[in-house]
């Protein structure tokens, strides 16, 4: 398969200022942030506000997008606004009335990867993150980077007897724990000469029987 692209998040940068206590909001006024097709959350923002405080404002709003100062060199300090969640539909839409110009730098996106890209029937698959679950089924594929030009992403599934081993072992490990549950339960001690509680009962000897049965049963491929 081929990788389009990688999944990414809405970020958007404010206009520069000198430092985090420039006042950008003399007057006051609504801060407007929209997330995807989501109704848009209006953030109140008090006359006098500094950089620092309508980050502060858009961080106590409890929308799913993030805000901080950067500073971008040469001086400059800008708001940052990152959306918290990548995918196509979880775009920025940012608004405000106090004259401040947010401008989109990295648009949100789906990843997107084509498997047999060369073949006669190419199949194009999207994700909101980079990690794309039962592409085939019971494998996830964690993309890293986007392919480029003829470059090609081959992904082999071997059997792993490790991991087969640890499988068989746990359910070994489980079997014998309540095995001995039913054992505690339904024998006398040799030392007190005194039954366990469920000693005799047809429902604790049919229950070790019924699992005993199952595990020597044979299960196909």
Same mark, same amino acid.
């Given at each position: 398969?081929?990788?389009e692209?990688?999944?990414t998040q809405?970020?958007?940068l404010?206009?520069?200022?000198?430092?985090?206590?420039?006042?950008i909001?003399?007057?006051?006024?609504?801060?407007?942030?929209?997330?995807?097709?989501?109704?848009?959350?209006?953030?109140?923002?008090a006359?006098?506000?500094?950089?620092?405080?309508v #980050?502060?404002?858009?961080?106590?709003?409890g929308?799913?997008?993030?805000?901080?100062?950067v500073?971008t060199?040469?001086?400059?300090?800008?708001?940052?606004? #990152?959306?918290?969640r990548?995918?196509?539909?979880?775009?920025?839409?940012?608004?405000?009335?106090?004259?401040?110009?947010?401008?989109?730098?990295?648009?949100? @996106?789906?990843?997107?990867?084509?498997?047999?890209?060369d073949?006669?029937?190419p199949?194009?698959?999207?994700?909101?993150?980079?990690?794309? !679950?039962?592409?085939i089924?019971?494998l996830?594929?964690? #993309?890293?980077g986007?392919?480029?030009?003829? !470059?090609? #992403?081959?992904?082999?599934?071997?059997t792993?007897? !490790?991991?087969v081993k640890e499988s068989?072992?746990g359910?070994?490990?489980?079997y014998?724990?309540?095995v001995?549950?039913?054992?505690?339960?339904?024998?006398?001690?040799?030392?007190?000469?005194?039954?366990?509680?469920?000693?005799?009962?047809?429902?604790?000897?049919?229950?070790? @029987?019924?699992?005993?049965?199952?595990?020597?049963?044979?299960?196909?491929?």
């Amino acid at each position: 398969f081929s990788i389009e692209r990688l999944a990414t998040q809405h970020r958007s940068l404010s206009g520069p200022s000198a430092s985090a206590s420039d006042v950008i909001a003399a007057g006051g006024g609504t801060l407007s942030i929209q997330v995807g097709a989501a109704a848009a959350t209006n953030i109140t923002i008090a006359a006098g506000a500094t950089l620092q405080d309508v #980050v502060n404002a858009i961080n106590g709003a409890g929308i799913d997008a993030t805000a901080f100062v950067v500073a971008t060199g040469q001086g400059a300090v800008r708001i940052a606004i #990152v959306g918290d969640r990548s995918g196509g539909d979880q775009g920025l839409t940012i608004s405000n009335d106090f004259g401040q110009t947010f401008t989109t730098t990295q648009t949100a @996106q789906s990843a997107r990867i084509v498997l047999d890209p060369d073949g006669a029937l190419p199949l194009t698959i999207q994700s909101s993150t980079n990690t794309f !679950e039962n592409v085939i089924q019971g494998l996830t594929l964690a #993309v890293k980077g986007a392919t480029t030009g003829a !470059e090609r #992403v081959t992904v082999t599934v071997a059997t792993s007897a !490790e991991a087969v081993k640890e499988s068989l072992m746990g359910l070994i490990d489980a079997y014998n724990a309540i095995v001995d549950v039913i054992h505690a339960q339904n024998t006398i001690d040799p030392n007190t000469t005194r039954g366990g509680p469920l000693l005799g009962d047809s429902a604790m000897i049919s229950l070790g @029987q019924r699992l005993a049965l199952a595990m020597a049963r044979n299960v196909a491929r």
